[in-house]
């Protein structure tokens, strides 16, 4: 009875619900970007450089495969709406945390506890900035937990952050975005794994 309750609320994403997504996402990420100017002090300016799905047993061997090594990761409404999270390698998050410190051009030369905690303070503003949009366009509050910096181990903690998501049958969405501020170039991506809850709200709103 629990495996035939399962199947009927299985959420289908059609092609038609992903572009609309990606149109709504593309915006979100773009804002959430931009909204970091005032912290770093200068203009920010947003490439999206894609934006698909993924499926979630995937996601772990992709950000191994690209060496994005430096996770910020929120769960959404006490971890029943699923988690987002935005990931960069380590010379992004290098360049990043030295502008964040005032070091102008001059990228940190590691990862101590300023610089890890100038990164989840920038993570907060792009995550929370990032579902408030998320949110605003489908009129729905999405609470989510501040970030949390993980960098040593990558592979055991996505093993252990995705296992959870076993029950889920969405695809992870991914956007992949270029930040750019004084010629600084940060690339990173937001990937949301939202729960069959929330992706069945998405979709109540979504026309």
Do not use: C, W
Not at 106 to 116: A, C, H, T, V
Not at 121 to 148: M, R, S
Not at 182 to 192: A, D, N, Q
Request: charged fraction near 30%; hydrophobic fraction near 40%.
């Amino acid at each position: 009875m629990e495996n035939k309750e399962t199947e009927e609320t299985k959420i289908e994403l059609t092609e038609d619900n992903i572009f609309l997504l990606r149109e709504i996402l593309e915006t979100a990420a773009r804002k959430s970007a931009e909204s970091i100017s005032k912290m770093l002090g200068t203009t920010v300016e947003t490439e999206i450089l894609n934006i698909y799905t993924h499926p979630l047993d995937l996601v772990e061997k992709e950000i191994e495969k690209e060496n994005l090594g430096i996770i910020l990761y929120s769960e959404l409404k006490d971890g029943e709406g699923g988690i987002s999270l935005f990931v960069m390698d380590e010379e992004s998050a290098m360049k990043l945390s030295g502008k964040l410190l005032g070091k102008g051009d001059e990228k940190s030369q590691e990862l101590g506890e300023d610089e890890r905690s100038a990164l989840r303070e920038v993570g907060n503003i792009l995550l929370g900035n990032f579902l408030a949009e998320v949110g605003d366009y489908f009129d729905l509050p999405i609470l989510h937990t501040p970030p949390e910096l993980k960098h040593d181990m990558i592979g055991i903690y996505l093993e252990s952050l995705l296992s959870y998501s076993e029950g889920l049958e969405n695809n992870a969405i991914i956007s992949e975005v270029k930040l750019v501020a004084e010629g600084v170039g940060v690339k990173g991506r937001y990937i949301l794994i939202p729960s069959d809850t929330l992706t069945e709200d998405f979709m109540d709103n979504l026309f």
